[in-house]
């Protein structure tokens, strides 16, 4: 019987292969010029202006909250949110001390409930908003953007597992003020771990190269360097250990931009695979409810999310999947309102749409490894059960 995996790895043979080649050349491996070529060739694939490679999405998130808090552009320190994503969306803003208030899940796209966000608004004025592309399934990014224009916020945008989804003509992380991606094993490209940020502003992006490594300027534009030396009268010789900002050290390698770059020749064939996949589940499969992509938008998930009738539904669902070697587990995190690290400072937090990805929520394979047929075989196993 064939296994069926969430997740393959989707660095092959021939990558370890060329890796080998390359690292036989005695390259430098720490950041040098192939994290810089990435970082181009990534923004521009995304369609921004800039990107910064880092060493994991988690990583991304952490910097874009605190380059938050140093732009200085922040009007207080509230900020939405979302109850359906990953811990490490939300944990930067506790850690920094900002005032998360959260928002429920929308009943179609499991994003923002754009509803209540703006409820939230009128009631708390919050300067930020951070949002999650759940699982590549794009939300309704014209109401966003509507609703940005009409209360001044800054957006951050999770496209954490989102990668090569479009809404429009448009990839998503080319929303956002900031956007992170992630290029952890199970996503739709890999190098191994690896995050990035993606900006069109340039102070921002500044300000993002020197708080990935440890609040140096070494990584800015000559021009900039210059100036900040220039403004706080350093001379030539403590410049290069001149620490502009309180930093972190959290850059990637050489080594994981290597690979990045083997994936981006592969990025279309991937997206294009999961995208057909998606929509093949979503053709086929009955008795769940699964998320449906905002009209202009364009699907390329790292699974597929579905909500089973209720708590014994999803249990006999999951028992039947495994009988079939077919992997599966909880949505995401579920409801992220439930968890610990949240009721400890918050208490729980409800919503009907949120509390069903919680109790309902499961996921079903969907990687470049499977065709056509491998998911319609799934649907009806999964529509066998009642």
Not at 361 to 382: K, T
């Amino acid at each position: 019987m064939k296994k069926y995996h969430l997740a393959e790895n989707i660095i092959e043979k021939s990558d370890v292969e060329a890796l080998i080649s390359w690292l036989k050349t005695n390259p430098r491996l720490t950041k040098n010029s192939l994290t810089v070529e990435f970082e181009k060739r990534w923004a521009k694939w995304v369609g921004t202006k800039y990107a910064v490679f880092c060493n994991s999405g988690s990583s991304a998130n952490l910097l874009m909250a605190y380059s938050l808090l140093e732009s200085g552009r922040l009007e207080n320190n509230k900020v939405i949110v979302p109850s359906v994503g990953w811990v490490t969306t939300i944990a930067p803003f506790m850690q920094f001390g900002f005032e998360p208030i959260m928002c429920g899940a929308d009943k179609l796209t499991f994003g923002l409930d754009l509803k209540q966000l703006e409820e939230l608004f009128k009631k708390h004025h919050p300067a930020v908003v951070m949002i999650v592309q759940v699982l590549g399934v794009p939300g309704d990014m014209d109401k966003l953007l509507s609703l940005k224009r009409k209360y001044n916020f800054l957006l951050l945008e999770d496209a954490c597992a989102a990668l090569g989804a479009e809404y429009g003509k448009k990839k998503l992380g080319s929303f956002g003020d900031m956007s992170s991606f992630s290029f952890y094993f199970g996503h739709q490209l890999s190098t191994i771990e690896g995050g990035m940020i993606n900006t069109d502003d340039e102070d921002f992006y500044h300000l993002l190269l020197m708080l990935r490594s440890h609040g140096w300027g070494k990584d800015l534009p000559k021009s900039v360097r210059k100036h900040l030396l220039k403004i706080n009268r350093v001379d030539n010789f403590h410049e290069p250990f001149t620490f502009f900002v309180p930093g972190f050290n959290l850059r990637s390698t050489d080594l994981n931009a290597f690979l990045g770059l083997r994936m981006m020749e592969k990025a279309d064939e991937i997206v294009a695979r999961r995208n057909i996949n998606h929509i093949t589940y979503m053709r086929n499969i009955k008795n769940v409810t699964f998320q449906l992509g905002a009209s202009k938008g364009s699907i390329c998930s790292i699974s597929f999310g579905a909500l089973a009738k209720d708590e014994s539904h999803r249990k006999r669902i999951v028992k039947v999947l495994d009988k079939h070697q077919i992997e599966t587990r909880l949505f995401s995190a579920g409801n992220l309102g439930l968890h610990p690290f949240w009721i400890r400072d918050h208490g729980e937090f409800h919503h009907p749409v949120s509390d069903a990805i919680h109790y309902q929520g499961f996921f079903l394979p969907n990687n470049e490894s499977m065709m056509i047929q491998d998911v319609e075989y799934i649907c009806n196993i999964v529509n066998s059960i009642q």
